[in-house]
């Protein structure tokens, strides 16, 4: 709602059978299923589209669901959404998903440091998946959930893609 409502801001959400339109930045949102809705993204073309935007600059982030679509690899052994088993991601990001029943929910603050700017945020954690990133990734956001102080997402190496989990 607060990107929808900002009057310098023009948010689309793309139908399906729909192309994606010029943009700044791609929203790969959250997901309930994470494996279906990629397979429908690579079905809609999608996966091309953003291939292209990031070729021409422009940027991308995932949230949650998104950020795991991101990725290399998403593995579900328990079939928790749908049949077990494991899928390719888009491949934007070093980072595997494995998704298992304990749901992490949370409540957090922290800072969000991108462009040398650091910025105060506050927000949820809601997924189901444990996601295994590299060492000496960057990792700009940093989290306090009440009891610790825990470094989130990740950002690309040329700053154009970024994933969080943070809602």
């Known amino acids: 709602d607060v990107l929808r409502l900002?009057?310098?801001?023009?948010?689309?959400m793309v139908?399906?059978?729909?192309?994606?339109p010029p943009a700044d930045l791609i929203?790969?949102?959250g997901s309930k299923s994470v494996q279906g809705d990629l397979r429908f993204l690579r079905e809609q073309?999608?996966?091309?589209?953003?291939a292209r935007h990031l070729r021409f600059g422009g940027k991308l982030i995932?949230?949650?669901?998104?950020?795991?679509?991101?990725?290399?690899?998403?593995h579900d052994p328990l079939g928790l959404e749908g049949e077990a088993g494991s899928m390719s991601g888009l491949g934007l990001l070093p980072i595997t998903t494995t998704l298992a029943p304990e749901k992490q929910l949370r409540r957090v603050t922290g800072s969000l440091?991108?462009?040398?700017?650091?910025?105060?945020?506050i927000g949820y954690e809601i997924h189901a998946g444990v996601t295994a990133i590299p060492s000496g990734a960057r990792q700009p956001l940093h989290l306090h959930d009440g009891q610790a102080m825990l470094a989130d997402g990740l950002l690309s190496d040329d700053d154009l893609i970024f994933g969080t989990y943070l809602h």
């Open 6 to 12: 900002h009057p310098d801001v023009d948010l689309v």
């Open 15 to 20: 139908p399906p059978n729909q192309p994606l």
């Open 27 to 29: 929203i790969l949102p």
């Open 45 to 50: 073309g999608w996966d091309k589209a953003i």
């Open 62 to 74: 995932g949230i949650c669901g998104g950020y795991q679509m991101l990725g290399e690899m998403l």
């Open 113 to 121: 440091t991108l462009e040398g700017e650091t910025v105060p945020v």
